[in-house]
C-alpha cells in the first residue's frame, strides 16, 4: 500500500487500528488527511506516525556468519550479482568453507563456473545447483545432499525478480514473476529447515516495502512478507534477520535492466547508491546487532535536503534531515535558509496574469517537470507538441509527472493525464482552463455562491441585526457596482463617440476644453 501511495499520494492513507481502537472515522482521518501524516497507527488511542533512526547502541562483534561453528552455507540467488559477492565474502571473511550457491540455471548461468573455480582456489568446497527454491520437491533434494558431515548452518535467501508496472495494471503473470522467487522460496526454507540448528537464516528485502515505490507495489509486498516472516521465526525462538537493501552501486540482475529515468526516481527517494564494499561491511555490521529488521542503506542528505526545501520529503525520513542551524548558511532542521520563504504555489504565481501569460507559465512548468522526469538537463529537450509517448513516457514516469504536476498546482488530477492530454501543449491548456477558468465558468460559480447566500439568508431570523448588516453590505456591493458598470458603460460610449468624431468635432471639443 505504501507503493500504492507513491502512484496516488492524493488518495490513499494508512491507518493501523488495534482491535480495541473503535474511533470515529473523521477522528481517525483528522491525523492524516491534512497531508501531514500518510500513515499512522493508532495504539491505545494514541496515534503514532513511522519515522527512520540510525540504529543506536553498540554492535556486538559478529561471530560470522557461521556462528564460528563449521558447516554449509546456502545462498539462493547464489549465481546473482549480490549473490558471488555474498559468497566471496564468506568464504575470505567468515571463513566459510562449504557452500551450496543455488539459481534457476545453476551453472549455466553467465560467470558460476568462474565464481565456483575462484571460491575452490581460496579453499572453499562449492556446489552450484540448478534449483527454482520456491520449488519445494527441488529444494528438498538440494537440502538432502548437503552432508551431514557440514550440515546445514547458515540460510541466505538472496534470490528475486523484478518485473515493474504500477498496481492498477499489474497482471497474473508479473505478480507470479515477482511474488514466487520470493514468498514461496522464503516459506519452502523456513519450513524445511527449521527443526535445523541453523546459526543464521538472513532475508534480503528491499527497501521498497519501508518507503514505497511507485511501480514495485508487488516487489514491495513480497519484501514486506521477508519481513513479516522474519519477525514470526524470531517470535518462534528461531534465528532471523531480514535486511531491506538500499541500492548497490553494482549492477545486478534485477537492477542491470533500469535506465535512467528509473535511476533518477531510486534517487528521487533520496537513495544514494552504495559501493559492494560498504554494503558487504553493514551485511556483518547487522548479523551483530542481533536486530530481526534492519534497513542497510546510503541515504543522499543533500537530495533528503532538497526535498524539504521543496515540502516533499516523506514524513519518513524527517528524523534523518533535522540538524542544529548552522550560522553561516542560516540553514535550520535541515530545511530552507531562515530567511528565505517557501516558493511560491502555483496558483498564487497565476494570481494576475493574463490567459496568454498564464498558458506560458504552465508549459514552461509542465516541460521542464517532464524533462526532469526524464532526466533531461534542459527542459527544451521536451516540445510542446511532441506525444508524451514519443519523449519517452511510460506508465510510471507518467504517473511520477502526475505527481508532481497535483503537488505544484495543489490539485487532485487523474493518473491518466499524460495519455488524456498526450501533449505538454494539451496539458498545459487542460491545466489553464483548470487554474484559469473562462467566464462562463467564473458566472456558474459565483452564481453557485449567490445561491448559497440565498439559501443562508431565508435561514436566518427576519430582522435580526445580523442580517439587517448583511442585507445592507449586499447593498452597498449592488450600488458599487453598477457604478462601476455604468462608469465603464459612459467610457465606451465617449471612445466610440470621439472614433466617430470629424475633424471639426474634435477641435471644438478640445477649444471647449482648454
Known sequence: MRSVQREHPDRVWLVDLDEADELPLPLLLAGVTGGVEPQVAVRDGVALAPRLVPRSGGVAPAAGLMGGVSGTALITGGTGTLGALLARHLVTVHGVRHLVLTSRRGEQAPGARELRDELAGSGAEVSVVACDAADRQALE????????????????????????????????????????????????????????????????????????SAGQGHYAAANAFLEALAAHRAADGLPATALGWGFWEQRSGMTGHLD????????????????????????????????????????????????????????????????????????????????????????????????????????????????????????????????????????????????????????????????DYPTPGALADHLLSELLPGEEQLEKELL?????????????????????????????????YDEESAAAAEAAHSADRFAEASDDELFDFLDNKV
Do not use: W
Request: net charge negative.
Open 141 to 212: 533434494e538440494v537440502l538432502a545432499a548437503i552432508p551431514a558431515a557440514y550440515p546445514l548452518k547458515a540460510v541466505v535467501h538472496a534470490a528475486g525478480v523484478l518485473d515493474d508496472g504500477v498496481v492498477t495494471g499489474l497482471t497474473d503473470e508479473q505478480m507470479d514473476a515477482v511474488l514466487r522467487p520470493k514468498i514461496d522460496a522464503a516459506v519452502n526454507l523456513h519450513e524445511l529447515t527449521r527443526h535445523l540448528d541453523l546459526s543464521a537464516f538472513v532475508l534480503f528485502s528491499g527497501a521498497a516495502s519501508t518507503f514505497g
Open 448 to 480: 453557485g455562491d449567490v445561491d448559497q447566500l440565498d439559501i443562508a439568508l431565508s435561514e436566518m431570523l427576519q430582522a435580526t441585526d445580523a442580517r439587517v448588516r448583511v442585507l445592507e453590505r449586499i447593498r452597498h456591493l449592488v450600488e458599487k
Open 260 to 419: 535512467e529515468v528509473a535511476m533518477r526516481r531510486i534517487a528521487r527517494l533520496g537513495l544514494a547508491e552504495m559501493p559492494s564494499t560498504e554494503g558487504l561491511r553493514l551485511f556483518d555490521a547487522a548479523l551483530g546487532t542481533g536486530d530481526t529488521f534492519l534497513l542497510p542503506l546510503r541515504l543522499d542528505p543533500a537530495d533528503l535536503r532538497r526535498q524539504a526545501f521543496e515540502g516533499t520529503l516523506p514524513s519518513i525520513v524527517r528524523e534523518l534531515v533535522h540538524k542544529p542551524a548552522d550560522r553561516a548558511t542560516g540553514v535550520a532542521d535541515g530545511s530552507r535558509p531562515i530567511d528565505q520563504a517557501p516558493p511560491a504555489s502555483l496558483p498564487e504565481r497565476l494570481i494576475g496574469l493574463t490567459k496568454d501569460e498564464g498558458r506560458t507559465l504552465l508549459l514552461e512548468l509542465v516541460c521542464s517537470q517532464a524533462a526532469d522526469v526524464l532526466g533531461h538537463t534542459l527542459s527544451t529537450a521536451v516540445k510542446p507538441y511532441q506525444p508524451f509517448k514519443e519523449l519517452g513516457f511510460d506508465s510510471l514516469s507518467a504517473v511520477e509527472l502526475r505527481n508532481r504536476l497535483s503537488r505544484a498546482a495543489a490539485m487532485r488530477l487523474p493518473a491518466t493525464l499524460a495519455f
